[in-house]
């Protein structure tokens, strides 16, 4: 009956560090920080530790409190780890996002106007008779010019008016939406975007 009892005792503590192990495995794995589960682990250890002395004999209480150790151990070997290598396990969805339009500038430039006046122009030399006065001056003067005669409305380029240089935007491809698959690590916080 006492190596019965004590087998009981073995098989209870056993089963208590393995539920207190995988509760420690859960709870680093579900993306606490690494401190919270150590500090659990190790209060979860104790308190272990201390039911299991109580209700145990003396003599099976050194193999208790060393299974014991030996599982907090374990919980935090596994915490330590989680945060330089492990396994991301992804939460996926959907969002959408903005794409801007994609455009460029182009610099164009309008050429500048001829600035035109008109006048009265002698056939022969080409000599600006815009008035009265001036076409029978020229005549008296240039009585040669007079069997030629003369062309009104005349137009004669005297300048230039200025170009414009504007800057104006083209769009290449106008503003748009798009749909993205985003994962975030439910352990690290991770994220990674695809599409």
């Known amino acids: 009956m006492e190596k019965f009892r004590k087998a009981l005792y073995v098989a209870i503590a056993a089963a208590v560090l393995v539920t207190v192990a995988c509760g420690v495995y859960m709870f680093v794995f579900s993306g606490a920080m690494d401190g919270a589960a150590d500090s659990t682990a190790s209060a979860a250890s104790n308190e272990e530790t201390a039911s299991g002395s109580a209700a145990v004999g003396s003599s099976d209480t050194a193999g208790i409190s060393s299974a014991s150790s030996q599982a907090a151990s374990d919980a935090q070997q596994?915490?330590?780890?989680?945060?330089?290598?492990?396994?991301?396990?992804?939460?996926?969805?959907?969002?959408?996002?903005?794409?801007?339009a994609v455009t460029h500038t182009e610099t164009v430039t309008t050429p500048g106007e001829d600035i035109v006046e008109y006048h009265t122009v002698c056939d022969d030399c080409?000599?600006?008779?815009?008035?009265?006065?001036?076409?029978?001056?020229?005549y008296r003067n240039y009585p040669s010019h007079a069997k030629n005669g003369y062309t009104i409305g005349?137009?004669?380029?005297?300048?230039?008016?200025?170009?414009?240089?504007?800057?104006?935007?083209?769009?290449?491809?106008?503003?748009?939406t798009k749909t993205v698959t985003v994962k975030t690590c439910t352990i690290c916080g991770a994220v990674e975007e695809e599409g």
């Open 154 to 176: 005349v137009p004669v380029v005297t300048g230039q008016k200025p170009g414009k240089t504007e800057t104006k935007t083209v769009v290449d491809s106008p503003a748009t």
């Open 126 to 138: 080409g000599a600006y008779l815009d008035s009265q006065a001036a076409l029978e001056s020229h």
């Open 78 to 100: 596994a915490s330590s780890s989680s945060g330089s290598a492990h396994t991301h396990m992804w939460r996926t969805e959907e969002k959408t996002v903005d794409v801007p």
